[in-house]
């Protein structure tokens, strides 16, 4: 099956700092999918991302399908970006698809 | 606009118990159904999806089972728990008309004592 593996596994900033945060997939996918898990687990959803570059806010991600990879950059980061940070790939089979979940990017901003 | 539902949102359940978790989506129809889990650490796992009523795909054999009884409820259910099933369950629902982007409900936290 598919390998989705995420980069780096911990993260420690100090507010205002940049990060990128990277996922790597181990064969070409229909779909990408980066999400923001918060403390009370929820998974907010960032970008619906199969290819090309996406921004909103503070937030921007690329996917480059032929290389297998996409980039997730937080910018001037905040205490509230803490938590993980999940890059999911997308399998399109039978009218659906089923996501393949990296092991996420923990990131903690200090005050 | 679409809302999704979980519950109960905490459990504590002993080994050898039944389980019944409900997920419920309103706003949308026919939306494909999707059951994760978590386990300590990161990593989310899919268990099961649907694509419609009754139709029920299993993605990892183990100790659960889910049911479609309605277009927009899906249920998670064991006979039996195990220690093993603790975990963070999921429940996701996706549409054709979003390119089946997922969108995640807010989860239920069963611990198997």
């Known amino acids: 099956g598919i390998q989705v593996e995420q980069s780096p596994p911990d993260l420690i900033l100090q507010e205002g700092a940049n990060s990128t945060l990277r996922c790597n997939f181990s064969?070409?996918?229909?779909?990408l999918q980066w999400f923001h898990q918060n403390p009370w687990g929820q998974l907010i959803n960032l970008f619906y991302i199969p290819s090309g570059t996406k921004q909103n806010g503070r937030l921007s991600a690329t996917t480059v399908a032929t290389e297998r990879y996409s980039l997730l950059y937080i910018s001037s980061s905040q205490t509230t970006d803490s938590g993980v940070y999940f890059c999911?790939?997308?399998?399109?089979?039978?009218?659906?698809?089923?996501?393949?979940f990296g092991t996420g990017t923990l990131l903690a901003v200090q005050p | 606009s679409q809302t999704i539902h979980q519950w109960p949102a905490t459990l504590v359940q002993p080994v050898g118990s039944p389980l019944s978790l409900e997920c419920t989506v309103e706003g949308t129809s026919n939306p494909n159904l999707y059951w994760y889990r978590q386990a300590a650490g990161r990593g989310l796992q899919l268990l099961f999806y649907?694509?419609?009523?009754?139709?029920i795909s299993s993605e990892v054999p183990q100790n659960l089972s889910a049911s479609r009884p309605q277009d927009r409820q899906f249920i998670l259910s064991s006979k039996k728990l195990l220690l093993s099933d603790s975990g963070f369950y999921l429940c996701a629902w996706s549409i054709r008309d979003r390119g089946y982007e997922q969108y995640f409900g807010p989860g239920t936290r069963l611990t198997v004592t």
């Open positions: 999911a790939v997308g399998h399109y089979g039978g009218a659906t698809n089923k996501l393949i």
């Open positions: 064969d070409s996918v229909n779909n």
């Open positions: 649907s694509v419609g009523i009754g139709q």
